[in-house]
């Protein structure tokens, strides 16, 4: 999880519990500073300002630790903070290294060779020669009809 731990939502710690229960491990890495900072809004890699609230004020994202903390330690996880030197990335890449690792299923995937097109063929072909031939009608068959 990578967040400033500005709670917006329910319990997260609780949230952690509950997958570190379903065997999910849940790590958080801290971004920005517990003094706060306003948000940068860019696209296409140009800052155009900072995001505003409704009535227009700047908001400002403070780092919280403290929760990001007991999120991770809810989750069974580890807690690093970011920095614009560290994002945190190379610690967390550590510790999933030592996680034990077990397969959670397997699926299995059956390749199947379509051969429609012969039958396909075959049935243009005589298709073809139906278009080709048409419907001729024997003068003897209608002779032989109508004998008596």
């Known amino acids: 999880m990578i967040s400033d731990g ?6 997260a710690p609780l949230a952690a519990e509950q997958a570190a229960a379903a065997g999910i491990v849940v790590h958080a890495i801290g971004i920005g500073t517990p003094q706060g900072a306003p948000i940068p809004v860019k696209k296409g890699g140009q800052n155009l300002g900072f995001r505003k609230d409704r009535n227009g004020s700047t908001v400002v994202t403070r780092l919280n630790e403290p929760l990001l903390r007991r999120i991770a330690s809810a989750g069974n996880g580890t807690y690093v903070r970011s920095s614009n ?3 945190g990335i190379v610690e967390l890449v550590e510790q999933l290294k030592q996680m034990e690792q077990a397969e959670v299923g397997s699926m299995r995937y059956t390749a199947y060779d379509d051969q429609y097109q012969w039958p396909l063929g075959a049935a243009l072909a005589c ?6 031939v048409g419907e001729r009608r024997n003068p003897r068959a ?4 109508s004998l008596p």
């Open 85 to 87: 030197s560290n994002m």
């Open 142 to 145: 209608v002779w032989r009809a």
């Open 6 to 11: 500005e709670n917006h939502e329910d319990d």
């Open 127 to 132: 298709f073809a020669l139906y278009l080709l």
